[in-house]
């Protein structure tokens, strides 16, 4: 299964590129859990240090394109994660993979922070063609994939009973950031 890391945002309240401040670090724990970690970035943006694909042109800015094109290239079952999250860890790689393997939905995504984190979860190629047809009514958000009967939504106190820390904390302005330990 490859790993797609979104890291077409604008970053606006983090001051900097996330992916200029993360991706190593996110990169480097989805490889030790993932054949292969696949950038996705905007199509005028700027290639990472690891191989990058590129969404098509558009004028909205949403993570649902960067999923959309994970997913036409992959065509299996990926994971996608956002470059949004630099306390990641491959323990929880590992473990929220395991979990989609393991089940039949078309989507498995973790709850943190009491919200379920569209952005760090297993997609099934199957989704794409619901995505598509959401993106043609102008619908962008995510997180209406998340119900029914066909996603395995993590318990957020399963996960905590299980790692320590903020491993799945979404990181958006500098302020959120942990200081090194």
């Known amino acids: 299964m490859n790993c797609y890391i979104l890291i077409g945002g604008q970053s606006r309240r983090m001051g900097r590129p996330k992916a200029e401040l993360?991706?190593?670090r996110v990169a480097r724990a989805a490889s030790?859990?993932?054949e292969e970690v696949i950038a996705v970035q905007r199509h005028e943006g700027v290639?990472?240090?690891i191989p990058t694909i590129y969404e098509s042109p558009h004028d909205d800015q949403a993570p649902v394109f960067g999923v959309a094109c994970a997913l036409a290239h992959a065509g299996e079952r990926c994971f996608i994660l956002a470059v949004d999250y630099p306390l990641i860890t491959a323990a929880v790689l590992r473990h929220l993979r395991e979990r989609f393997e393991r089940s039949r939905a078309l989507l498995a995504a973790p709850v943190w922070s009491g919200k379920t984190q569209m952005l760090c979860g297993g997609y099934a190629p199957e989704l794409l063609v619901r995505i598509e047809q959401r993106l043609a009514a102008g619908r962008y958000d995510l997180r209406g994939l998340a119900g029914g009967d066909d996603a395995d939504i993590i318990p957020e106190e399963e996960l905590r009973?299980?790692?320590?820390?903020?491993?799945?904390?979404?990181?958006?302005t500098p302020e959120e950031l942990p200081p090194p330990s």
């Open 47 to 49: 290639a990472a240090s």
């Open 161 to 172: 009973a299980t790692f320590a820390g903020e491993p799945l904390m979404n990181v958006n």
């Open 32 to 34: 030790e859990v993932f």
């Open 22 to 24: 993360f991706l190593d």
